[in-house]
T-cell receptor
Framework: KAGVTQTPRYLIKTRGQQVTLSCSPISGHRSVSWYQQTPGQGLQFLFE???????NKGNFPGRFSGRQFSNSRSEMNVSTLELGDSALYLC??????????????FGSGTRLTVV | AQTVTQSQPEMSVQEAETVTLSCTYD???????LFWYKQPPSRQMILVIRQEAYKQQNATENRFSVNFQKAAKSFSLKISDSQLGDTAMYFCAFTTIQGAQKLVFGQGTRLTINP
């Protein structure tokens, strides 16, 4: 069973640009959530999608957005990049039944560097 | 709001020793799930062990076990017979049974197993 796949692994962008990150969940998983990991703030929840609908959103500015497609693949977009957006972005998927109890399966993340 | 605190930023032990990582959390919920995740240098977050708050019995997974003290809101991880491959960041995480589909993480403990 393939795991959670995140692309690209590394990304370097310039301030003011926008970026799109991709996450393919485990086959059959319908919930996809995104986290930002930085040395200073740790792991913070960005948002969660289920069946193409955003169900939950963390405390991030509107520059951070996402979407989910009918095949459960998800993308997150960050517009007008700032230096502080440099982080490891992790995606996690969970199964449709007993989601929280089973825990979440994470991808290897996308390392975004803003210069 | 729920919070998770890991008071040990770094720990170091010799191979084959037993080590305990601490975690406390704060919540007004009565039913929830707790997790320990491991993040090696490969960056992928790996689920180590999970505990359901409504179960009194402490969870165990091979060399990994927890000491769950619900009244004290404490959830420590014990690693027995530690191995070099256990070297990683360890994160304690919390999620409610109802409500938002998201994990609240502690700041992490960097564990080094020395040969």
């Amino acid at each position: 069973k393939a795991g959670v796949t995140q692309t690209p692994r590394y990304l370097i962008k310039t301030r003011g640009q926008q970026v799109t990150l991709s996450c393919s969940p485990i086959s059959g998983h319908r919930s996809v959530s995104w986290y930002q990991q930085t040395p200073g703030q740790g792991l913070q929840f960005l948002f969660e999608y289920f069946s193409e609908t955003q169900r939950n959103k963390g405390n991030f500015p509107g520059r951070f957005s996402g979407r989910q497609f009918s095949n459960s693949r998800s993308e997150m977009n960050v517009s007008t990049l700032e230096l502080g957006d440099s982080a490891l972005y992790l995606c996690a998927s969970s199964s449709p039944s007993g989601q929280k109890k089973a825990g979440y399966t994470f991808g290897s993340g996308t390392r975004l560097t803003v210069v | 709001a729920q919070t998770v605190t890991q008071s040990q930023p770094e720990m170091s032990v010799q191979e084959a020793e037993t080590v305990t990582l601490s975690c406390t959390y704060d919540t007004s919920e009565n039913n929830y799930y707790l997790f320990w995740y491991k993040q090696p240098p490969s960056r992928q977050m790996i689920l180590v062990i999970r505990q359901e708050a409504y179960k009194q019995q402490n969870a165990t997974e091979n060399r990994f076990s927890v000491n769950f003290q619900k009244a004290a809101k404490s959830f420590s991880l014990k690693i027995s017979d530690s191995q070099l491959g256990d070297t990683a960041m360890y994160f304690c995480a919390f999620t409610t049974i109802q409500g938002a589909q998201k994990l609240v993480f502690g700041q992490g403990t960097r564990l080094t197993i020395n040969p």
